[in-house]
């Protein structure tokens, strides 16, 4: 017992010091008040200091002495030594040492004066009391307590009922009835009461039971009855006994207990005369029962739902037993009243919040109010709550509102006065209430304005203490929103101005907030609640009745339900709209029509709705192919764009979406951005621009609105504002242009590793046109300050943010544009001066200041060595400026202004049109017409200022360090090419670019090189773009080759244009260059050969990517060739080739890959068009013609039948007319491809017996050309050619010379010029010719010392090649599998069929090595004695080869001379009648072999009938079908019966011949 242990000291000087200490230490114990262990501290002490007597440590008289002075320190301090007492009694008792036990009777004794006998005789036991005299006998004490006992609880008394008088019970009714207005108190009739109990013996139980019926009759007088049981109380249990007795009476079926009960039960638990605990057991139904009531509910209830969303057609059975199912219900009787529901609402009604907050949680959420008389008595008890708040700080200005009465009951909630107090009863009521608020829409409309009213507050309010606080209230307003608002929302019916009230509040809060409430909503909140599971399912149900029916004619009707239907329940409604429109694209129109009966609250929802199905992680972004967007995604970003156009719908969390998803490296959902901008700004992004839009794009912002997209759009002011705000306010503008700069090269390097190619290029492709789109949509509409504030200089946006320099330029364009403006507006100001001179100086001044730091800026963008040939400053001209700056586009605005007068017109003869309509039209077709015309003399001014600039800017453009071929490698590296696949109008811009900086005549600028180096190598280009750069880059090319068609229709515009330009000088190192003389230029014929050069490489590119198989090679072509078609092919050659490719794409394609059959078809049909306006390549150019070459046959047998002009001369003078000649060489080498069956044909028609005789007189007539050659040349040695035309003519004579030397070259020089894929079939073919040669007994194989001379001299010319500058211009190596053959073939044709105007042309350029060959100006370095040294070593050659030949020929004649008999006699013929013809005009065929005049079109269709007859020969002799290719002309079916009436004509025909070449001597 003893917990506090007191010094030993004390008690050994006891006397001295100890019974001092001892008491002063009771008497602290005694002034504690710390709730009872006072009490057990004083218990240990006294039980400390009787112990040390009990042992015998102390004096008995001392220690009594000290016992009997405490007495006074408490009352209740002999009960306190009493208990000591029996603690020691029973330790002692239980000693063996019997002197102790002595001790403490002495003690006890002692202690009998100050301590009560009766206290003692309680404590105890009854032998301790015997032993101190207080009993006599123990055990007669002990029978006396089990007698009492047994009387007190055991026994039962007898109580006789008819003792008690009625009459009593009949005062006492009306005692308890009378009249309490007076001064009647509850005491005077407790006293009453007591009385007629006594009087009458009434049994007290059955009085209070009375009392209840009476208080239960007159429950208005709840004072005084409640005073009177208070008063007469027994105990509480007893009065719930009776109270639970009643309510078991009401609990029998078809009975209903009455609200009195409830009232009088309420009250008693209210004033807590009885305990909830005590009376809730006495009440029905049991709690297990309401959960299983409940779960039962829900399943009812998703049960009715899964019925109304089912199509069900019920039988007639089924709908018979539903009736008997209902008929039996009505018999079952009704179930008794749910009295805890009962109590609850009488609870309520008086305001006890806690007691009915402890039955609510017995219950589950929301069972209590579903019940309505629940509901309302809870709103009622918080409209009294909020009362006072509300008057402060929700009602409207204007309204007065209906003032509440708080309840007289003192122990209500206290109502509000700050919006801290809400959370103290307020909100939890609110939270209990749920989504049965929405009985009470007064109730619900101002807690939203208390919201509003908070929101408020919490926004202008900045303290930070108080900002925690805030914080609390402004979560707690949210849960409240989700858990009460949104869900009582749903259960009222299409309440539209509840509605409007919540957007009211829903609009101050931030839309990450509303989201998350419209999630839950949706989500979540719908299954709560079994009343909500049937209101979604009833939603759904009416939302596809509406939309089944929903079509354009019935928008307005429609569009109502859609608005009532909507006003309670958006979420499911749009949900369901947005699925249907997932499927059925055509829904959007009437749709987005019928949505215009929305609240706002709506709409943003709406929003929430679109982005949660966007977001849809379930469904695929792409179509099963992997290939393309899904239709879905499509529909969905469709219909954002036209919602978001019409209603006035928040943005920022699209947006946001959007920039989230592009953070996170995804790029499908830019197709909404690009959707949005689209429809709300007007600005349109497509690469199927028709040109007359696409020059309207190049003027003004009206020109672009009016002309320059597919659609009229207007009235975009509004809703581009509405997006230009919420960028703003956001700062999303910078983000989204950063963020998809970057991800373009991120879906490709990042996004696109597992992904289709055809895909992945649809998603650059949309990257980029939404970053065009977006960048434009922000030039347009940001004011100068906002552009400029948000976007950065542009070497931090490209080393910072890394953005690629195409697109940082692309952005920064517009920045540049304005300052430059607003500076030159500054400086016109300043300084009052009008003349146009002046401006323009004011002009290139602001440029200078704007541009100077970008100029410094750029600088860090690319290595040093690039700016050792392009100047920092023409690298950001170029990127700086726009078409807008370098042309007006007049015939634009003049097409746009004659539409308005067009316009005009019709409004002013149409009679329909009322006046005031009329008047207004007409004022605004007027306006916009001189508008126009205002911004057509403004750009005009603008273009000249530019212009003029550029021109004092040109000189400082470009270096002289390096050579011209490296400037122009950096400029379509670093410039031309990534911009001019950006957009359509750059690329216009790129093809205009050039042609301002040729014609501007910039220093160092080569303009030939540029043309030549973006026509030449076209293949890798195309391969690497994607669909719609492919459709940019056609543009571009179109544009070039504009250029270069103009100047090549007219030599009158080609020397006006290009002559004495810098641009098109022919030598590449600039310096010490000071303007260059006529020899330098390129004259208009060789600039003729050039261009066929061009159209030959560009035809060469377009077969290989068409015979590579592959999607992106194929695609991009036809689309490119789809561009340029109105300028490319003009050749009906290289035409007739492609047709052919194209063709067999199209038969390829048919069933594999639908798409590229669907655009090779789409090229094929324009191609066929294009055919009228196509030319034969002699009309193109003037083309070579063959030479006569005296070779013999089996020299020209050989697979080396064609090489290349060794040229010899260094000088100058001699070097630009070679360069020009060869030029000629170069662009006639057009080499076609020939079929097999051509190849054949050919080695059957040498061997006709007939090669020996042929043979030896070419040998002859060789020998004399020789001879005249030599002398030719010794002259030209004395004196130089001094004009083109003689250098011409020494020329000519040179390849004469040479021809023989140049068809024994071996093959190895063509194999170097083929393209890989190609050497090999060469080579077969050449193995399989020369062992066909050799079996018909038509020559043998080139002997060793001829392969000798053959490498010598191709090596001579290597180092020749070596010691050139490297250029550009390559001449066109394209080589067929049968080039050889079809070379071979040709030759013989000559020799034996005399055709001097043979149109397919016997080039002599063909096998030069690619490195020599891509020289504009070379200086050839090969010596004068190489050229004596190659005609010895030729001489020789042919001299053995004509002995061999002859041998073998005589001998092969023999055996075949039979069968060949006829043939032989007619070739004889021939050759006699082409010697006589050659005879007459020597001069003029030498002279004509290397013209490059025009074929007559007599000679062509006579060269025409003789190909036809050969290869007549040739059919029946090989029996294979001859197929027509790309190197010659197509053969006619009936050359076969024509053949013979044009061999009559041959005779007259060799004297026209004779004729056309006299005229072309007399015309050179």
């Not at 208990?83 to 004794?109: C, M, N, P, W």
């Not at 499509?634 to 954002?640: F, G, I």
């Not at 991009?1116 to 067999?1144: F, H």
């Not at 035309?1285 to 010379?1297: G, I, L």
């Amino acid at each position: 017992m003893a917990t506090l242990i007191l010094p030993g000291e004390w008690f050994k000087n006891w006397e001295k010091t100890g019974k001092h200490e001892f008491v002063q230490l009771c008497k602290e114990l005694t002034e504690k008040t710390d709730h009872g262990s006072e009490v057990r501290d004083i218990q240990a002490a006294l039980y400390e200091l009787c112990w040390q007597v009990v042992q015998g440590n102390l004096k008995l008289d001392l220690v009594t002495s000290v016992l009997g002075d405490m007495m006074e320190l408490r009352d209740d301090m002999p009960s306190i030594l009493a208990d000591v007492f029996s603690i020691l009694d029973l330790e002692t008792g239980a000693l063996e040492e019997k002197i102790k036990r002595d001790h403490y009777t002495q003690l006890v004794g002692a202690c009998l004066f100050f301590v009560p006998e009766a206290i003692l005789k309680e404590r105890l036991d009854p032998e301790t009391l015997e032993s101190l005299g207080l009993i006599k006998q123990a055990l007669q004490f002990n029978q006396k307590i089990v007698k009492i006992k047994t009387k007190l609880f055991y026994k039962q008394q007898k109580f006789n009922l008819l003792r008690e008088e009625n009459e009593g019970y009949a005062k006492l009714i009306t005692e308890l009835g009378q009249d309490l207005s007076g001064n009647i108190t509850s005491h005077l009739v407790l006293e009453s009461i007591k009385s007629l109990i006594g009087c009458f013996n009434l049994d007290p139980n059955r009085v209070l039971d009375i009392i209840l019926e009476v208080y239960e009759s007159r429950s208005d007088q709840d004072e005084f009855f409640l005073s009177l049981i208070k008063s007469y109380m027994c105990e509480p249990l007893t009065l719930c006994h009776i109270l639970g007795f009643k309510f078991k009476f009401y609990q029998e079926p078809n009975e209903e207990t009455p609200t009195s009960l409830y009232h009088i039960a309420a009250a008693l638990l209210h004033h807590n005369l009885i305990e909830l605990e005590d009376l809730y057991v006495h009440l029905m139904p049991q709690d297990a029962t309401i959960i299983e009531e409940h779960k039962r509910d829900i399943s009812e209830a998703k049960q009715v739902a899964r019925k109304l969303v089912m199509v069900v057609l019920p039988s007639e059975k089924n709908e018979d037993k539903e009736k008997e199912k209902e008929k039996d219900e009505e018999k079952n009787e009704k179930p008794p009243d749910n009295q805890k529901l009962g109590l609850l609402e009488a609870l309520l009604r008086i305001g006890d919040w806690q007691h009915a907050q402890s039955i609510m949680d017995q219950m589950p959420s929301f069972y209590a109010t579903s019940h309505k008389a629940i509901a309302l008595a809870l709103c009622q008890l918080v409209h009294l709550t909020v009362e006072p708040l509300y008057r402060r700080a929700g009602v409207p200005k204007g309204s007065k509102g209906r003032i509440a009465h708080p309840l007289r009951n003192k122990r209500a909630p206290r109502p509000a006065e700050i919006f801290e107090d809400l959370r103290r009863d307020t909100f939890s009521m609110l939270c209990y209430l749920g989504p049965h608020l929405s009985h009470d829409p007064i109730l619900f409309a101002k807690i939203v304005r208390l919201g509003k009213g908070f929101m408020k507050e919490y926004q202008s309010d900045s303290k930070i203490e108080v900002k925690d606080k805030m914080d609390t209230l402004l979560s707690c307003f949210l849960s409240i929103a989700d858990q009460v608002l949104l869900p009582s929302l749903s259960l009222m019916e299409c309440n539209a101005c509840m509605s409007e009230e919540l957007w009211g509040l829903f609009k101050l809060f931030p839309y990450r907030h509303r989201y998350r409430l419209y999630g839950q909503w949706k989500n979540e909140t719908y299954s709560s609640h079994p009343l909500l599971v049937k209101v979604k399912a009833q939603t759904v149900e009416r939302a596809k009745y509406i939309m089944k029916r929903l079509t354009k004619e019935n928008v307005k009707q429609s569009g109502r339900q859609i608005g009532k239907l909507s006003h309670s329940n958006p979420t499911i409604l749009f949900d369901y709209m947005l699925s249907q429109i997932q499927w059925y694209d055509n829904l959007i129109v009437p749709v987005v029509d019928s949505l215009k009966y929305l609240t706002s609250l709506n709409y943003d929802v709406l929003a929430y709705c679109i982005i949660e199905a966007l977001a849809n992680p379930e469904k695929e972004k792409m179509k099963h192919d992997d290939t393309t967007i899904s239709s879905w995604l499509q529909s969905l970003a469709s219909l954002c764009g036209a919602v978001f156009r019409k209603y006035p719908i928040e943005l920022a969390g699209l947006l946001q979406y959007v920039t989230n998803q592009l953070k996170a490296g995804k790029s499908f959902d830019l197709l909404i951005l690009k959707e949005v901008v689209q429809k709300m700004a007007g600005i349109e992004i497509t690469d199927e621009m028709t040109s007359e839009q696409l020059e309207a794009m190049t003027g003004g912002e009206q020109l672009k609105a009016e002309g320059g997209y597919f659609g009229q759009i207007r009235n975009t002011k509004k809703s581009s504002q509405r997006l230009k705000d919420a960028l703003l306010d956001h700062e999303l503008a910078l983000p989204l242009c950063l963020l998809m700069a970057q991800q373009r090269n991120g879906v490709v390097f990042l996004e696109g590793g597992e992904k289709h190619l055809k895909l992945v290029g649809h998603l650059y492709d949309q990257c980029h046109d939404t970053l065009l789109q977006f960048g434009g949509f922000l030039a347009s509409n940001l004011s100068t300050e906002d552009y400029i504030k948000r976007v950065p200089s542009i070497d931090i946006l490209c080393n910072q943010f890394h953005t690629p320099h195409d697109a940082a330029f692309f952005l920064s364009r517009p920045m540049y544009a304005h300052q430059i403006l607003s500076k030159y507006d500054e400086m016109k100001k300043g300084e009052k001066g009008n003349r146009q001179q002046q401006k323009v100086h004011k002009y290139v001044a602001a440029c200078e200041q704007v541009m100077t730091p970008v100029h410094e800026a750029v600088v860090s963008l690319h290595p040093s060595r690039v700016w050792d040939d392009l100047r920092p400053q023409f690298y950001a001209t170029f990127w700086s400026l726009t078409m807008y700056d370098l042309a007006v586009p007049h015939a634009a605005y003049e097409r746009e202004v004659n539409k308005l007068k067009v316009q005009i017109k019709a409004i002013e003869e149409n009679p329909e049109i009322p006046l005031n309509k009329k008047k207004k039209e007409k004022e605004r077709c007027t306006a916009l017409q001189e508008k126009l015309q205002e911004e057509e003399k403004k750009q005009l001014e603008h273009v000249q200022r530019v212009l003029h600039r550029l021109k004092l800017e040109k000189d400082n453009w470009l270096f002289a360090k390096s050579t011209k071929n490296e400037t122009i490698t950096k400029f379509l590296q670093l410039c031309l090419f990534p911009r001019c696949i950006f957009s359509s109008i750059d690329a216009v811009y790129c093809a205009r670019f050039v042609e301002l900086v040729h014609q501007q005549k910039t220093p160092n600028f080569c303009t030939l090189l540029c043309y030549d180096r973006v026509f030449s190598a076209i293949i890798y280009t195309v391969a690497s773009c994607t669909e719609n750069e492919s459709h940019r880059y056609g543009r571009f090319l179109c544009c070039m080759l504009e250029t270069v068609t103009r100047w090549h229709s007219d030599r009158a515009i080609y020397e006006k244009d290009c002559v004495n330009f810098p641009g098109f000088l022919t030598i590449f190192r600039a310096t010490g260059f000071d303007g260059g003389n006529k020899a330098d230029q390129l004259d208009y014929e060789n600039f003729r050969h050039v261009v066929h050069k061009w159209h030959y490489m560009l035809t060469k590119a377009s077969v290989h990517c068409l015979e590579t198989g592959d999607y992106t090679h194929i695609r991009n072509i036809l689309i490119v060739l789809t561009k340029i078609l109105p300028c490319y092919p003009k050749v009906l050659n290289l035409g007739q080739a492609l047709e052919c490719r194209v063709q067999k794409i199209c038969l390829e394609e048919k069933d594999k890959r639908p798409d590229l059959y669907a655009l090779a078809m789409g090229y094929s049909g324009r191609l066929k068009g294009q055919k009228v306006h196509m030319v034969p390549e002699n009309e193109f150019h003037h083309k070579e013609q063959p030479a006569r070459s005296a070779t013999p046959a089996s020299q020209q047998n050989g697979p080396g039948s064609t090489g290349k002009p060794t040229t010899s001369t260094n000088k100058t003078d001699e070097g630009a007319s070679e360069d020009g000649e060869r030029g000629k060489d170069k662009s006639s080498a057009t080499t076609k491809p020939v079929n097999k069956a051509n190849s054949a044909a050919a080695k059957v028609t040498t061997s006709n017996g007939n090669g020996a005789l042929i043979s030896t007189k070419a040998v002859k007539e060789r020998d004399d050309k020789e001879k005249s050659g030599k002398e030719k040349k010794e002259k030209k040695e004395k004196t130089p050619g001094s004009t083109p035309e003689t250098k011409a003519e020494n020329r000519r004579e040179k390849q004469r010379d040479e021809r023989a030397g140049k068809e024994e070259r071996p093959a190895r020089e063509g194999k170097e010029k083929t393209p890989k894929a190609d050497r090999e079939k060469v080579k077969v073919e050449e193995k399989s010719s020369k062992d066909d040669k050799a079996k018909a007994g038509n020559g043998e194989p080139i002997e060793p010392s001829r392969e000798r001379d053959a490498i010598k001299e191709s090596k001579s010319k290597e180092k020749g090649d070596r010691s050139a500058v490297a250029g550009s211009l390559k001449s066109p190596g394209l080589r067929s599998e049968s080039a050889e053959s079809e070379r071979d073939h040709k030759r013989r044709k000559l020799d034996t069929h005399s055709s001097p105007s043979h149109s397919s042309s016997v080039k002599d350029n063909s096998n030069e090595p690619k490195e020599s060959t891509s020289k504009h100006h070379i200086s050839y370095n090969s010596v004068t004695r190489s050229k004596s040294r190659e005609r010895e070593t030729e001489k020789k050659d042919s001299e053995n080869a004509q002995g061999r030949s002859k041998e073998k020929k005589e001998e092969k004649d023999r055996k075949e001379r039979k069968r060949d008999h006829i043939v032989n006699d007619h070739e004889t013929n021939l050759e006699t009648k082409r010697r006589k013809d050659e005879n007459g005009t020597n001069s003029s065929k030498n002279r004509k072999s290397t013209s490059p005049l025009c074929d007559s079109p007599l000679s062509a269709e006579k060269e025409k009938s003789k190909r036809s007859k050969s290869s007549s020969k040739e059919k029946a002799e090989s029996g294979k079908p001859e197929r027509t290719s790309s190197g010659g002309k197509k053969e006619s079916r009936h050359d076969k019966e024509k053949s013979e009436k044009k061999e009559k004509r041959d005779s007259s025909g060799a004297k026209e011949e004779k004729k056309h070449h006299k005229s072309s001597d007399k015309h050179r």
